[in-house]
């Protein structure tokens, strides 16, 4: 009997994630819906739950890696905007950084400033553990977003992407793709292979095409940059005269895996893309490319993170729900953008 895991049980609990996801969505939204009778300015002004009625100020502060990417600046952005959208939430930003120990430093000034809330994306998990835990015992919440503390205790909260679930969504894809072909070449692009993530997005592929009988017959790792999907994109091309389909992990570096199949002058293969941005989703939209798809990291989950500090702070539920608290943590659903869904996601992709 074959130990290959099988789709279905992932689908449906995708699924579940999915509901989830927009349960996170309905119940801190602070835009009143659009009847299309013109009646949405006049509801404007009016909370579309007892959630988004104002309450006692939320004081957040917020801290990230530099901008220096396109997902990561969208997710600082995001976080902003969501702050904007409450009159009772007053964010501050600390200046982005990838030197832990200015960004424990961030944290440490916010503590010093008694700040309500902190929300942390930490660029190392591990070395902002502490510092988080610092702050939940001076009775700050800390909501921990994408890169997760080593102690329970660090966090009231914690806002995920699904890493595994982005590689199963576009294995899944490709196995619908290529149907019952046991000798298609499936390639990957990864990111940097060190990190927990890639690990993580890597065996989710894996998993998913061993389920239709699929291996990946060649891979190589770049580094999440223009300069080194370009190269790593480069290599693979010269090292593998036929290819079916290509799995990229990530659309920023993506700009530059499309330079080198240009350059290269290959489209026998189509391609899925990592992460959702608009730049793919507009190519995906045109058809004029080798990108069929793409596989969505929500760089809405500072902002979710945002929405939970707030909801914590001021006693509240997630409305939804059956349970009377804000759960410990929210993974978000990793959805497949084709050219059939794509304007359901284009509005709220980031730029590469």
């Given at each position: 009997m074959s130990t290959t895991p099988s789709r279905r049980p992932w689908l449906l609990a995708a699924s579940s994630l999915a509901v989830g996801s927009l349960l996170l969505t309905g119940c801190v939204s602070n835009e009143p819906a659009d009847t299309g009778d013109g009646a949405g300015d006049a509801a404007a002004a009016e909370p579309a739950t007892a959630n988004d009625e104002p309450g006692d100020t939320v004081t957040i502060g917020f801290t990230a890696p530099a901008a220096d990417h396109g997902w990561m600046s969208a997710i600082t952005r995001a976080a902003e905007e969501r702050a904007e959208g409450y009159e009772d939430v007053d964010l501050q930003v600390a200046d982005g950084t990838n030197d832990v120990n200015l960004q424990i430093a961030a944290v440490e000034t916010f503590i010093n400033n008694g700040v309500d809330a902190i929300v942390i994306l930490p660029y190392d998990g591990a070395a902002l553990t502490d510092v988080a835990t610092r702050a939940m015992e001076e009775g700050i919440t800390v909501v921990n977003v994408d890169r997760e503390f080593t102690s329970p205790f660090a966090a009231r909260a914690t806002v995920l992407g699904d890493n595994y679930g982005m590689g199963v969504s576009a294995g899944t894809y490709m196995c619908e793709q290529l149907g019952d072909d046991p000798d298609a070449v499936v390639a990957e692009i990864a990111g940097i292979d060190s990190l927990p993530l890639t690990q993580d997005r890597s065996q989710g592929f894996a998993d998913a095409l061993?389920?239709?009988?699929?291996?990946?017959?060649?891979?190589?790792?770049?580094?999440?940059?223009?300069?080194?999907?370009?190269?790593?994109?480069?290599?693979?091309?010269?090292?593998?005269?036929?290819?079916?389909?290509?799995?990229?992990?990530?659309?920023?570096?993506?700009?530059?895996?499309?330079?080198?199949?240009?350059?290269?002058?290959?489209?026998?293969?189509?391609?899925?893309?990592?992460?959702?941005?608009?730049?793919?989703?507009?190519?995906?939209?045109?058809?004029?490319?080798?990108?069929?798809?793409?596989?969505?990291?929500?760089?809405?989950?500072?902002?979710?993170?945002?929405?939970?500090?707030?909801?914590?702070?001021?006693?509240?539920?997630?409305?939804?729900?059956?349970?009377?608290?804000?759960?410990?943590?929210?993974?978000?659903?990793?959805?497949?953008?084709?050219?059939d869904n794509v304007d359901q996601y284009l509005d709220t992709a980031f730029e590469s």
């Open positions: 061993a389920d239709c009988g699929l291996e990946v017959s060649n891979r190589v790792a770049a580094d999440f940059t223009v300069q080194g999907g370009q190269a790593a994109a480069a290599n693979l091309l010269s090292a593998a005269p036929q290819i079916d389909a290509i799995w990229n992990h990530d659309d920023d570096q993506g700009v530059g895996v499309l330079a080198a199949i240009e350059q290269a002058g290959r489209d026998e293969f189509f391609m899925v893309g990592g992460a959702g941005s608009a730049n793919v989703m507009r190519e995906i939209q045109e058809g004029d490319s080798v990108l069929r798809a793409t596989v969505v990291y929500p760089s809405t989950q500072a902002a979710d993170g945002v929405s939970l500090a707030r909801l914590v702070e001021q006693e509240k539920d997630m409305e939804d729900l059956v349970s009377s608290q804000v759960p410990r943590q929210v993974q978000l659903f990793a959805p497949v953008v084709t050219a």
